[in-house]
T-cell receptor
Framework: GAVVSQHPSRVICKSGTSVKIECRSLDFQATTMFWYRQFPKQSLMLMATSNEGSKATYEQGVEKDKFLINHASLTLSTLTVTSAHPEDSSFYIC????????????FGQGTRLTVV | KQEVTQIPAALSVPEGENLVLNCSFTDSAIYNLQWFRQDPGKGLTSLLLIQSSQREQTSGRLNASLDKSSGRSTLYIAASQPGDSATYLCAVRPSSGQNFVFGPGTRLSVLP
C-alpha cells in the first residue's frame, strides 16, 4: 500500500513553545489530509481536514489559532501546536487518501507529544 | 450523524481460535468502510477496504464482510496468533471527500 510518513514520532517540549509535526505522502499525491488526536485508550478524534492550497477546515471545539495547519503541496501537510500546554500532550496522527484504489486511507505512524 | 460502534470492546482468546469482530453504523449511505489495526503507541495499519458496492474482502487469514442495508460489518480472523494482538478499528467514510468516522475499537489479546 501507499506510505504516509509522519515526523517526529516522539517529541518533548516545554510549556509555551511551539511544535511542528510533518505528514508526507511518499508515493502518491494527496489533495486532502486529515489530522486526528487520540487520547489514551480512546479512538481517533478528527481535528481538521487539510486541503492543498486552501485553509484547513476545523472540527467544532478545535482552536485553529492553537493548531495551525498548512498544506502547501500535494505531498506535505504540517500541524503546528502553538504555545503548547501540558493538556496538549497527546498522540497526533495524520492520514491521506489515495483517490485511486477506491480512496483507501493510509495513516502515518503518529506523533507522541509530551509538554512539560 | 453517522455513529460507529464496535462489539466487543475487548476480547481475549487462546491461540488458534477463529474469531469475529463486529462493527455497526447508523447511516447506511456510506462510500466505503475500512478496517485498521493499531498496536500500542503506534499509528494505524490498513487491513481491508470494502467499497459500498462490495460484500466482502479477503486478505490472508482476514475476511471482512459488509451488509450496508443493515449497517454492519464483520472482521473474521482465522487461526488467531499472538501477533494478532492489537486494537482493531472500524471506520466508515460517508462520501468520497469526507473523513472517516471511527468506531471505538476492539482490543484483542491472543494468548499463547
Amino acid at each position: 500500500g501507499a506510505v504516509v510518513s509522519q515526523h517526529p514520532s516522539r517529541v518533548i517540549c516545554k510549556s509555551g513553545t511551539s511544535v511542528k509535526i510533518e505528514c508526507r505522502s511518499l508515493d502518491f499525491q494527496a489533495t486532502t489530509m486529515f489530522w486526528y488526536r487520540q487520547f489514551p485508550k480512546q479512538s481517533l478524534m478528527l481535528m481538521a481536514t487539510s486541503n492543498e492550497g486552501s485553509k484547513a477546515t476545523y472540527e467544532q471545539g478545535v482552536e485553529k489559532d492553537k493548531f495551525l495547519i498548512n498544506h502547501a503541496s500535494l505531498t506535505l501537510s504540517t500541524l503546528t501546536v502553538t504555545s503548547a500546554h501540558p493538556e496538549d500532550s497527546s498522540f497526533y496522527i495524520c492520514s491521506a487518501s489515495q483517490l485511486k484504489q477506491g480512496n483507501e486511507a493510509f495513516f502515518g505512524q503518529g506523533t507522541r507529544l509530551t509538554v512539560v | 450523524k453517522q455513529e460507529v460502534t464496535q462489539i466487543p470492546a475487548a476480547l481475549s482468546v487462546p491461540e488458534g481460535e477463529n474469531l469475529v469482530l463486529n462493527c455497526s453504523f447508523t447511516d447506511s449511505a456510506i462510500y466505503n468502510l475500512q478496517w485498521f489495526r493499531q498496536d500500542p503507541g503506534k499509528g494505524l495499519t490498513s487491513l481491508l477496504l470494502i467499497q459500498s458496492s462490495q460484500r466482502e474482502q479477503t486478505s490472508g487469514r482476514l475476511n471482512a464482510s459488509l451488509d450496508k442495508s443493515s449497517g454492519r460489518s464483520t472482521l473474521y480472523i482465522a487461526a488467531s496468533q499472538p501477533g494478532d494482538s492489537a486494537t482493531y478499528l472500524c471506520a466508515v467514510r460517508p462520501s468520497s471527500g469526507q473523513n472517516f468516522v471511527f468506531g471505538p475499537g476492539t482490543r484483542l489479546s491472543v494468548l499463547p
